[in-house]
């Protein structure tokens, strides 16, 4: 599966939340990526084909587990680069 850097920013950045809590809204992510709620939206849109992440209409973004498993070795691999 090919991601882009912005897939990649949102998937980490949700993923990054979602250690606090199991779930975070659009809002949330907006505002730590200082972004638009359209652009959330339109990347929970992608994020969503890709089967990466979960949103109901209105609801909560949370991760699949192939999103959770992604993001976790993504995270791990930043961190190893810094």
């Known amino acids: 599966m090919e991601l882009t850097c912005t897939n990649v920013r949102y998937l980490l950045t949700i993923y990054h939340l979602s250690r606090a809590r199991l779930e975070v809204s659009s809002k949330d992510i907006a505002c730590s990526l ?10 929970m849109g992608v994020l969503t084909d890709k089967d990466l992440v979960a949103k ?17 070795l993504l995270a791990i691999r930043a961190q190893q680069a810094a």
């Open 34 to 43: 200082e972004v638009s709620r359209a652009s959330v939206t339109s990347m």
């Open 56 to 72: 109901e209409r209105y609801g909560k973004v949370h991760l699949t587990g192939q999103g959770r498993q992604l993001a976790h």
